[in-house]
C-alpha cells in the first residue's frame, strides 16, 4: 500500500466536529453526556486511524465510523463491572467474584447504605460507638468464640494478626502447610510483611508434635496452623492436629492461631461434602485466634474474620493496621445478615446461594438440565444437538480440593457454527456467559445457575447460534 494512499483515507476521516453536526450526532447528544459523546467518538477516531495505518482498511466508510461510535457509546455508558451468568460449575469462582449474596443479605444492604446508620453511633447511649459493635455479638453466638474483628479479607485477617502480634518475633508453622493460595497470597511472604520471623518445622510430609516443641524458645510469638484449603498431602503424611497444638500451646503458654481459610459454620459432611472443618468446632478446641473469609464457604460479602480469645482480639483491634484494612458499612451489613441467616440450619441452606448449590442433590439437578435442556432444543430446533451429561462441578476459591462434586450440565454441539465462536459470542453478549468448552461441546452447569438464568440463557444462546 502506497503512503499517498494512506494518506487520503485519512483525511477522508471526519472530524469530531463533523460527525458532532451529522445526523447521528443529535441522536447521541440527546442519549449520552457530551463528555461522553467526545469520547466515544475520540476513541473511534483513533482506533479507525490505527486501523488505516496498519492497513487493516480499504475504505474509510462514514456510516462504519458511525455505528463504531453508536457501540462504544452504549459499551462506555454500561458500568464495566456487570453480572455475568456462570455456566461453569465453579461455585466460588474467585474470577466471577465468589460468593453470590442472599434477597435478603441484599435487601439489608440497600437499606443500610441509602441513607444514614448507626455504624459508629450507639443509640441507647446517644455516644460514639464501635463499629465492629454490630457484628461482633452475632459471630460470637455463631462460632462460641469469646471476641471477634473484621477486616477487608482473610489476607489482611492474616497480616493484621502477624503484624500485632509476631512482629519482630518468631511464628512457628509446619512446612507442610506453608501455603500459597491464588493472587500471590504466600505465607512465607506475608509473614514477612508482617514483620515476623517464620521458623519452619518438620518436613512437607510429615511433622510431629516434637517438632514444634523443639522450636520453640524466647522469641516465639505463636504458634500457627493453616488450613491447606487448595490442596491436600496424601500418602506418607503426618500432621499435627489442631487439638494437639492446643494443649502445647497451652503448656508452654504461647497463643496458637489457626488460618482456617474458608471457614464453615455449618457441618457440611451431613451433606456428603467431607474435609472442611465446621467452625464452631475449630474454637470449641480452644485455640486463641482463628481467621476465615467472609466469602469462601460462608457465602457472605469479601471480608476477614478474626474470632478468638478477647485479650488476643482487643490487642489486634488497637494494632494501627487495624485502621487501615477496616471494612465499610455495606460489608458490615453483608455479614452481619448472612451470619443471621445461620440461626436456623434449613433457611441458611435455602437462601444462601453458596450453600444451595454445594449441597444441591444429583436427582435435582438432573431435572434441571433436563429443563433446560428442553427449552434449549425448543428453540434451537435442529441448528443444534443437545444433551445433558453427567459432569464434575468444584467448590472452587480455594476451598475442598478434590472434591469433585457430581452434577448435570447441558452439552451443545452446534451443527454451522465452531464452539469456540459460541463460547465466546456468549462471553462478549449481554448479560455476559461463561461456559465451558469440553469434548467439541459447550458445557452449561447448572449446579451454578440459578432459575431465573434459564431464560436469558437460552435466548443468548440461540442468538450466538442463529446470528
Ligand atoms: C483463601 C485463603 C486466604 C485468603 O483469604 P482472602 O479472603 O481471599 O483474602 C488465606 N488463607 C487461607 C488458608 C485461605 O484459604
Known amino acids: 500500500m502506497s503512503n499517498k494512499n494512506t494518506e487520503k483515507k485519512l483525511a477522508s476521516l471526519p472530524s469530531v466536529d463533523e460527525l458532532l453536526r451529522g445526523p447521528a450526532g443529535s441522536d447521541w447528544l440527546g442519549l449520552y453526556p457530551r463528555s461522553l459523546v467526545l469520547i466515544g467518538i475520540r476513541e473511534t477516531l483513533n482506533d479507525t486511524r490505527r486501523r488505516v495505518l496498519d492497513g487493516e482498511i480499504d475504505s474509510v466508510d462514514s456510516s462504519v465510523i458511525n455505528r463504531t461510535v453508536s457501540e462504544n457509546l452504549y459499551r462506555l455508558s454500561r458500568p464495566h463491572l456487570q453480572s455475568v451468568i456462570n455456566a461453569t460449575g465453579v461455585i466460588l469462582h474467585t474470577n466471577l467474584g465468589r460468593s453470590p449474596l442472599a434477597p435478603a443479605v441484599l435487601r439489608h444492604v440497600a437499606e443500610v447504605s441509602a441513607g444514614y446508620s448507626n455504624l459508629e453511633f450507639n443509640l441507647a447511649q446517644g455516644e460514639r460507638g464501635k463499629r465492629y459493635s454490630h457484628i461482633t455479638g452475632v459471630l460470637c453466638e455463631m462460632t462460641g468464640a469469646e471476641d ?53 518445622v518438620g518436613a512437607t510430609n510429615k511433622t510431629h508434635l516434637q517438632d514444634y516443641e523443639s522450636a520453640i524458645g524466647e522469641e516465639t510469638a505463636f504458634l500457627l496452623k493453616v488450613h491447606p484449603s487448595n490442596y491436600r498431602v496424601v500418602g506418607f503424611t503426618h500432621e499435627i492436629s489442631l487439638a494437639e497444638l492446643v494443649l502445647l500451646g497451652k503448656a508452654r503458654e504461647i497463643p496458637v492461631m489457626y488460618d482456617l481459610g474458608s471457614g464453615s459454620l455449618i457441618d457440611l459432611s451431613k451433606y456428603g461434602i467431607p474435609g472442611e472443618p465446621c467452625l464452631r468446632n475449630i474454637v470449641a478446641s480452644g485455640v486463641d485466634l482463628v481467621t476465615f473469609s467472609g466469602d469462601k464457604l460462608l457465602g457472605g460479602p469479601q ?30 451489613a453483608a455479614l452481619e445478615a448472612t451470619l443471621m441467616l445461620y440461626r436456623d440450619e434449613e433457611t441458611a441452606i435455602k437462601e444462601i446461594p453458596v450453600l444451595a448449590m454445594l449441597t444441591a442433590q444429583a436427582p435435582e439437578l438432573r431435572r434441571r438440565a433436563n429443563r433446560l435442556a428442553r427449552r434449549m432444543r425448543n428453540v434451537l430446533g435442529q441448528k443444534a444437538v443437545v444433551s445433558v451429561v453427567k459432569e464434575i462441578s468444584q ?13 448435570f450440565a447441558v452439552a451443545v454441539k452446534p451443527k454451522n457454527k465452531s464452539v469456540s465462536s459460541i463460547e465466546k459470542t456468549l462471553r462478549t453478549g449481554e448479560p455476559p456467559v461463561v461456559s465451558r468448552v469440553k469434548d467439541n461441546t459447550i458445557i452449561f452447569d447448572v449446579r451454578t445457575l440459578q432459575n431465573n438464568e434459564f431464560s436469558l440463557l437460552v435466548s443468548a444462546l440461540n442468538l450466538a447460534i442463529s446470528g
Open 303 to 332: 471480608g476477614g474474620v478474626i474470632v478468638g480469645k478477647k485479650k488476643y482480639i482487643q490487642q489486634i483491634q488497637r494494632h494501627p493496621l487495624t485502621r487501615a484494612v477496616r471494612v465499610d458499612k455495606m460489608t458490615l
Open 395 to 407: 467448590s472452587g476459591g480455594g476451598s475442598l480440593p478434590e472434591q469433585g462434586m457430581e452434577t
Open 148 to 200: 471477634a474483628l473484621v477486616v477487608n479479607n482473610n489476607a489482611a485477617a492474616v497480616l493484621l494478626c502477624l503484624t500485632a502480634m509476631a512482629a519482630g518475633k518468631e511464628v512457628i508453622v509446619s512446612r507442610g502447610e506453608l501455603i500459597e493460595i491464588g493472587g500471590a497470597f504466600r505465607i512465607p511472604d506475608v509473614m514477612k510483611a508482617g514483620g515476623a520471623f517464620l521458623k519452619e
